[in-house]
Structure formats: structure tokens, C-alpha cells
């Protein structure tokens, strides 16, 4: 029985700050500063609308590039924030 439904194959796209649904990523992307004049940027792959600064890192989590890397295990990581708190795990505990 399942086998004779069908599913539509179009993406949506969601506006994640008013929640507005959109057929097509060029929709949401006009949508967004007209409506969220303050969140301008819109991500191509995700549709999140955001800051420049949100936006770069969200781009970091797309492309999975990791820079920033420890110099005590050379684990890798996007952000250095998270390099920074993964570096307190190399100090010693008294």
C-alpha cells in the first residue's frame, strides 16, 4: 500500500525566524530582507537568514574546515572557540 503513494520531491524551505514556508531557496532569500531587515544573510545550502558574522560560521559548519588545530594532539577544529575549551583538557587537574 505504501509503495503506491508518491511524495513530493520539492524541497521547502523554511524561514527560521517567522517560520514562513517557501517552494524555492530564491523566495526565502527575497523574503528575508524585506521582513528580517536586521538578519540580511541568507545561507544558500541551510536557508538560515543571520548576521555576517553567524553566517561565516555557518559556512565553517558546511564546508567542515577546521583551522584551528592543537598543538598538543593536533586535533582540528572549525572554531577557535572550540579549540580554546578542548585545550583545557590537556591541563593537568591537581
Known amino acids: 500500500m505504501l509503495a503506491s503513494h508518491t511524495f513530493p520531491t ?3 524551505w523554511k524561514c527560521y525566524v ?3 514556508i ?3 531557496l530564491e523566495q526565502l532569500k ?3 530582507p524585506h521582513q528580517h531587515p536586521d538578519l540580511p544573510y541568507v545561507c544558500d545550502l541551510c536557508g538560515r ?3 555576517l558574522s553567524e553566517f561565516k560560521r555557518r559556512l565553517l559548519v558546511h564546508t567542515g574546515e ?3 588545530v592543537c598543538q598538543h594532539c593536533r586535533e ?3 572554531r577557535k572557540d572550540n579549540l580554546n575549551r578542548h585545550k583545557k583538557t590537556h591541563k593537568e587537574k591537581p
Open 76 to 78: 582540528a577544529f572549525g
Open 30 to 32: 527575497e523574503h528575508c
Open 49 to 51: 537568514a543571520q548576521y
Open 10 to 12: 520539492t524541497k521547502l
Open 22 to 24: 517557501f517552494t524555492n
Open 66 to 68: 577546521r583551522h584551528h
Open 18 to 20: 517567522c517560520g514562513r
